[in-house]
């Protein structure tokens, strides 16, 4: 008899980037900048320099992490700049304006991000409104709010004593004074820790990575996808306040025109760090690595004097890259 058995599909060939192998790359990268820039400038390896990346990245690197989780349920979140100069304001509204103590005017903050957040959710969850459109627009409110809610005015927070010091402050040099570790560092560690955290161990984290890869199986399956976005994107708008009170301690002030554009870095230390734009992958640790190549590719090319507008142009070009690795690791699954 003839064997009538159709013969197996052959395996799909070519290159096959995993997520973690794109992890690696990215920190090789890293490493890669540093070896350089220390070669080309004396200065870029010094304790004040190490310092300042380490400062420029916990802002960064906390909004990256808001958009993490966005970005896995197969989403965008483009007001995640603008929500965190709102919280700023809220938390100068609270401190300076209203004279209430420094806990209370730190939880408005985080209070305000959330119910952002809650609000962009429920547009796009109830609404059906592409995540694009709800929070560009969203983007363009936070901003109006901040400017009518201060005046068009800083508001600085020279009268609250210790607001500085959430960022600018170093718990750890207290203890190790060799190791003058600033406290926004510390914020970034431990809003990494915990949502490395919810992402790996909650069922939050379960349905965040579900709806980004294949959010019509969770709708069949019974589950309420609306009420898992609202949470996502509540949770998000929550670590935009974190960011909004780290950046107004850094400034001591709460500036109502800052903010836009910031989400363009958080978007592409999360891109660079290997989380699918399509969504259902992405790890915080990876977000971390990529919000440091973002910092220390800007503080080496701020230090080699070289022109801003280049280094706009750089980061770019590695954005690029890094979706299209992105893209070679889709193909080969």
């Not at 985080?110 to 560009?136: D, E, H, N, Q, R």
């Not at 690595?289 to 503080?299: D, E, F, K, R, T």
Request: proline share 4%; glycine share 12%.
């Amino acid at each position: 008899m003839t064997d009538t058995t159709a013969p197996a599909p052959a395996a799909k060939t070519g290159p096959r980037i995993s997520g973690a192998f794109h992890r690696l790359l990215a920190f090789s990268g890293l490493i890669a900048l540093i070896v350089a820039f220390s070669l080309a400038s004396p200065n870029f390896l010094q304790t004040q320099n190490i310092l300042a990346i380490l400062q420029a990245t916990s802002v960064n690197g906390v909004l990256a992490i808001a958009a993490t989780l966005v970005i896995i349920t197969g989403g965008i979140d483009l007001s995640v700049g603008t929500l965190m100069t709102f919280c700023a304001v809220v938390a100068g509204v609270i401190l300076t304006y209203w004279g209430l103590p420094l806990p209370v005017g730190i939880l408005g903050a985080i209070l305000a991000g959330a119910a952002s957040g809650l609000v962009s959710g429920t547009i796009i969850a109830k609404l059906k409104v592409p995540p694009f459109i709800a929070t560009l627009g969203m983007m363009l409110i936070l901003k109006g709010l901040s400017l009518v809610i201060s005046g068009t005015k800083p508001i600085y927070f020279n009268d609250t004593p210790g607001f500085n010091q959430i960022a600018l402050g170093s718990f750890i040099g207290q203890i190790f004074p060799a190791v003058p570790l600033p406290n926004g560092v510390l914020v970034l560690f431990a809003v990494a820790l915990i949502a490395a955290f919810v992402l790996s161990k909650t069922a939050l984290g379960r349905y965040t990575f579900a709806l980004g890869s294949n959010e019509e199986a969770v709708r069949l399956s019974g589950v309420n996808i609306d009420r898992w976005k609202i949470a996502v994107y509540s949770v998000t708008g929550a670590i935009c306040g974190v960011a909004g009170l780290l950046i107004a301690s850094r400034l001591n002030s709460a500036q109502p025109a800052l903010g836009q554009g910031y989400e363009l870095d958080a978007i592409a230390a999360v891109v660079i760090g290997g989380t699918s734009l399509s969504g259902g992958r992405g790890t915080v640790l990876g977000t971390l690595i990529g919000a440091l190549i973002i910092s220390v590719l800007a503080n080496g090319l701020r230090i080699l004097s070289v022109a801003q507008e280049w280094q706009t142009v750089v980061t770019g070009c590695i954005i690029i890259l890094a979706v299209y690795a992105d893209i070679l690791r889709r193909r080969a699954l």
